[in-house]
């Protein structure tokens, strides 16, 4: 059963950047789909972006394509969201996930998850 372990996470102030890391183990990395999700204090779960097995595929959630980019090494099991342009609105509570359906945007496709890391951002 794969395990997913996230980092990077920080407070920043508005206007800079963050990279999030999540490691994978358990299992075969090039064989799951891989997403971001954040959550910040009383709202739902939000989808961020995804990714294909190979990397051939993208998704993103509206209105953050352009800030956000995720990619993925099959070699190193890890997955990556680089966060430019930072806005106190995207603070959160970032998780990446795991799953076998393809660089869906839907949290039910997702199987695993990480424990989350921390995003900060004050203006």
């Known amino acids: 059963q794969v395990q997913l372990v996230e980092s990077g996470g920080g407070s920043v102030q508005a206007g800079e950047s963050l990279r999030l890391s999540c490691v994978a183990s358990g299992g075969t990395f090039s064989s799951w789909a891989m997403a971001w999700f954040r959550q910040a204090p009383g709202k739902e779960r939000q989808f961020v972006a995804a990714i294909s097995r190979y990397s051939d595929i993208t998704n993103y959630g509206d209105s953050l394509k352009g800030r956000f980019t995720i990619s993925r090494d099959n070699a190193k099991n890890s997955v990556y969201l680089q966060m430019n342009s930072l806005q106190p609105e995207d603070t959160a509570v970032y998780s990446c996930?795991?799953?076998?359906?393809?660089?869906?945007?839907?949290?039910?496709?997702?199987?695993?998850w990480g424990q989350g890391t921390q995003v900060s951002v004050f203006s």
């Open positions: 996930a795991a799953g076998v359906t393809g660089a869906q945007a839907a949290s039910m496709a997702y199987s695993a």
